[in-house]
């Protein structure tokens, strides 16, 4: 049987794989789960909580009610506090006493999609063990409280946006007056937070695609789409231009030339100031195994320590927690500042850029200079056994040759999709030419030998 919980909770088409009935027997099994083995609030003398946000997305409404049901059915408090990227649940159920946070979004993926996801008590996500075991609890008869013990639930929008932005606000502690910022909301959760967080910290910000309707979150905008923010930033004459995803978990970022800071080079321009300041734990930064072979070198030259890991946020904050580390992410745009947050925080990331432009008075282009990405193409194969990658003796053949071809000056990576059926085919080469033709060669293979 195919595992419910992909590498970031459940997800899904809504009203298809996610059902209203799956989201309350999601919430009664994480209730059971999870709360199960927190007995503070039993200590004293009260019923557990949990905090439930979602995106902007229109099937959110009915999955965060009924996912509020099934927790309030199991005996839990619920604060459902509306749309609110997945950083600040994570913040709200690291910071309140809070057992469990939901976050109701699919992130990137396009508009008919939606997905669940839990944070345990100290705003974590969960280990892949816990999970299973949510899962394994959908097919138990689950306690039913009667009477007084089962849940409330209440709304509590406006103080939960306030507490966040004032978070944000407060990590960075730099007035950003004098910068110029576009930002590029993506129709999605952060449409209201995100400007004005960095409008409380001083930044002139102009919003864009900050109307969501329901229908409209990641629509040819955000993170996964930057061109828009690209021309705006060039047209308005700002410092600087922000793109965030869905769930507003990720942000990439344009300079006033309108060219792309991916992030790689978000990473790098962070890494190198915290170092400065004393606060790189152990001179290291977490990347996966996508990372850009310019961020590596670039940080050998700064005197900065690369840990690689798996692909999946996840999988950085792991190995940054095991290892004391405080930076890390992906060339996605997930950056995870473990001194100010639990997870991805794009409008977290956003105000750090801007606060580090606003420090040594640099501008972005310059900050983001110190990476000189190699040429990278990723081209992603849709409809294809993914896990077969790693073991079908054509594709493995192809993969040989290509690394044989670019020798020391490039590399080629192949990583199954955790959330679709899709291999991604990751080349670098010393040329975009060499990188674009072996790319294109191998995603071939991988099409033909893997087909469904």
Same mark, same amino acid.
């Given at each position: 049987m195919t595992r419910l919980f992909g590498t970031d909770g459940v997800r899904g088409l809504a009203n298809e794989l996610l059902t209203p009935d799956l989201a309350v027997n999601l919430g009664r099994a994480a209730a059971s789960v999870l709360v199960g083995t927190d007995d503070s609030p039993h200590r004293l003398g009260r019923r557990p909580r949990a905090v439930v946000g979602r995106d902007t997305r229109a099937s959110g409404e009915f999955l965060d009610h009924a996912i509020s049901a099934g927790l309030a059915a199991s005996g839990m408090d619920v604060t459902?506090?509306?749309?609110?990227p997945t950083p600040a649940i994570a913040h709200l159920t690291a910071s309140q006493d809070v057992s469990l946070g939901v976050v109701i979004s699919a992130s990137h993926n396009p508009f008919p999609d939606n997905g669940i996801k839990f944070f345990a008590r100290g705003g974590y996500k969960l280990e892949d063990a816990v999970e299973d075991r949510i899962e394994a609890a959908l097919a138990e008869d689950l306690p039913r409280p009667t009477g007084a013990a089962?849940?409330?639930?209440?709304?509590?929008?406006?103080?939960?946006?306030q507490t966040y932005i004032n978070h944000l606000v407060d990590s960075v502690a730099t007035d950003l007056s004098g910068l110029r910022i576009v930002v590029d909301a993506s129709n999605g959760a952060a449409s209201s937070v995100g400007p004005?967080?960095?409008?409380?910290?001083?930044?002139?910000?102009?919003?864009?695609?900050?109307?969501?309707?329901?229908?409209?979150i990641n629509a040819?905008? &955000?993170? #996964?789409?930057?061109?828009?923010?690209?021309?705006?930033?060039?047209?308005?004459?700002?410092?600087? &231009?922000v793109a965030y995803d869905g769930d507003a978990d990720r942000c990439l970022a344009v300079d006033a030339e309108g060219n792309l800071v991916d992030g790689d080079q978000i990473m790098g321009l962070l890494a190198v100031g915290m170092k400065a300041d004393g606060t790189l734990g152990s001179d290291t930064l977490v990347v996966t195994v996508m990372s850009n072979l310019g961020l590596i070198l670039a940080m050998r030259e700064h005197g900065i320590r690369i840990v690689q890991t798996g692909v999946g946020d996840r999988y950085v904050l792991e190995k940054m927690l095991q290892g004391g580390y405080t930076l890390g992410g992906e060339q996605s745009g997930h950056v995870i500042d473990t001194l100010h947050a639990t997870t991805g925080d794009g409008v977290l990331t956003s105000l750090r850029v801007a606060a580090r432009m606003k420090r040594t008075g640099?501008?972005?282009?310059?900050? $983001?200079?110190?990476?000189?990405?190699?040429?990278?193409?990723?081209?992603?194969?849709? &409809?294809?056994?993914?896990? $077969?990658?790693? #073991?079908?003796?054509?594709?493995q053949d192809a993969v040989a040759d290509a690394e044989k071809q670019l020798g020391e000056t490039g590399r080629v990576l192949l990583r199954p999709s955790g959330t679709e059926p899709l291999v991604r085919?990751?080349?670098?080469?010393?040329?975009?030419?060499?990188?674009?033709?072996?790319? $294109?060669?191998? $995603?071939?293979?991988?099409?033909?030998?893997l087909a469904l």
């Open positions: 459902r506090v509306g749309v609110l089962v849940g409330r639930v209440i709304k509590g929008e406006t103080v939960a946006d004005a967080a960095l409008r409380n910290a001083g930044a002139e910000v102009i919003a864009i695609n900050a109307s969501p309707d329901g229908l409209n040819d905008c &955000g993170s #996964t789409h930057p061109e828009q923010l690209q021309a705006y930033v060039r047209s308005v004459g700002a410092d600087m &231009g640099k501008s972005l282009a310059e900050l $983001a200079s110190i990476v000189q990405r190699l040429p990278q193409t990723l081209i992603n194969v849709p &409809g294809v056994d993914k896990a $077969a990658a790693g #073991t079908n003796k054509a594709v085919v990751m080349v670098e080469a010393a040329s975009q030419e060499e990188s674009d033709r072996v790319a $294109a060669g191998l $995603a071939a293979v991988v099409k033909d030998s």
